[in-house]
């Protein structure tokens, strides 16, 4: 059961309250403070205070400060006036119990008005971020193709002067091969005026002369011909030859000095990691995962090897100190031998990587809480102990084994249970 305060003082004024609750021997910034317009109730364990107040007061201007293993109650009264007592006198239980679930049911109205509204003004966030997301794209598609279509008409233009440029040197070829078959024709008819007006002095001649002019004439008009076509090409291979490449860029697209830089930093980090933990050299590239080492330490604590397991969290962590799952099995391992301190050190480690706590991992908050409360208990530090096991309730209020356990806690604080 828990111990009912009951050495509180109070004060008023025609518009406050002031209620002072000692709570010694406890942290007080752990105390779970409940008020409505017309109960108010703190549960600080294994204290408990709670008022059933004389009239209504205003919960949300109220305001409570916490120190020096006290609460300073400051309470603003709905109507200004001097109350004859603190709390209403002559209730029964009955009424007690209805004011208690009718506060409870004012509470979770108001807790479920304000998610409400914080669920819509977060969707009103998603959907304004959305549009602007949505215009930002749409700036920046119609900035593309901008892009897109500069280039287009540029290689359009580009492509348009080559062809023009191609046309003129095509025409200019046309001009010098006419000019070159002119000339050669002009030769070609030169030399058969020259070779009638021999034919014509040398009437007289001997028939062997004139079919050796003649065969000289034919032998000039094949040199002609040959000249005026070229010769054709002789056949050949080409052998190219490809740099060795790290990266899959071509090389006139690439930057050199940046690659080189880059590969020569991830040398150095990963000799300076080998250097770190020597036992990488040894172990294959399987084994240097934080995640298979967790799967492996989870198989070894299963068939209770502690000691082969806590050894695989630990690689585990050294290799990456970022997963709270790590601490979380490691808090076990330590359990299991008897490491109290340094579950307690696991535990809060993992609570601390924990965070931002939504629901994703609830249950890994729940596990790190009891772990950590168990270590306590064992120690005989049984007020942290329950502290933490409430938390534990406070995520997962519906968990049995938990209630139970808390309640034992309790009972041995009391001294109405012996320890275990």
């Known amino acids: 059961m828990p111990l009912h305060v009951s050495d509180y003082s109070w004060q008023q004024t025609n518009a406050a309250v002031f209620i002072s609750v000692p709570l010694r021997g406890v942290c007080v910034r752990d105390a779970d403070v409940f008020c409505t317009e017309s109960y108010l109730k703190v549960n600080c364990p294994p204290f408990l205070f709670e008022v059933f107040l004389y009239a209504p007061i205003d ?37 007690m119990q209805r004011i208690r679930e009718k506060s409870i049911l004012q509470a979770q109205e108001r807790a479920k008005e304000a998610m409400e509204a914080k669920a819509a003004a977060r969707r009103e966030d998603q959907k304004y971020t959305l549009n602007v997301m949505m215009k930002i794209e749409e700036e920046e598609r119609k900035k593309i193709e901008d892009i897109k279509e500069s280039e287009r008409i540029k290689a359009t233009k580009e492509l348009e002067a080559w062809k023009e440029h191609q046309r003129r040197a095509e025409e200019q070829k046309g001009i010098q091969r006419k000019e070159k078959l002119h000339q050669q024709e002009k030769l070609i008819e030169e030399e058969k005026k020259k070779l009638k007006q021999k034919s014509h002095t040398r009437n007289s001649a001997p028939r062997s002369l004139a079919t050796k002019g003649r065969n000289s004439e034919n032998m000039f008009f094949e040199k002609l011909k040959e000249n005026s076509i070229p010769a054709p090409r002789s056949a050949s291979s080409i052998k190219i030859n490809f740099t060795p490449r790290v990266f899959p860029t071509a090389l006139r697209e690439s930057q050199v000095a940046e690659e080189e830089e880059w590969l020569h930093k991830q040398a150095e980090a ?59 099995n490691r808090a076990a391992c330590h359990l299991k031998l008897k490491n109290l301190h340094k579950a307690i050190e696991d535990s809060s480690k993992a609570l601390e990587l924990l965070t931002p706590p939504v629901a994703e991992n609830a249950n890994a908050r729940v596990k790190a809480h009891v772990r950590r409360g168990t270590a306590f208990c064992q120690l005989e530090l049984y007020i942290e102990g329950l502290q933490d096991y409430e938390a534990a309730l406070k995520i997962d209020p519906s968990n049995k084994i938990v209630q139970n356990d808390t309640e034992k806690i309790r009972n041995i604080i009391q001294g109405t249970e012996l320890k275990s």
């Open 59 to 95: 919960d949300e201007k109220s305001k409570a400060k916490i120190g020096n293993d006290t609460i300073v109650f400051t309470l603003y009264k709905k109507e200004a006036a001097m109350w004859e007592t603190l709390s209403v006198s002559g209730v029964d239980k009955e009424t």
């Open 270 to 328: 990963q000799r300076a990691m080998n250097t770190d933990i020597p036992e990488l050299s040894d172990l294959k590239d399987e084994e240097k995962n934080p995640e298979w080492l967790k799967d492996k330490g989870n198989k070894l604590f299963a068939t209770e090897n502690y000691l082969a397991a806590l050894n695989a969290y630990n690689l585990a962590i050294r290799l990456n100190n970022k997963i709270p799952l790590l601490y979380l």
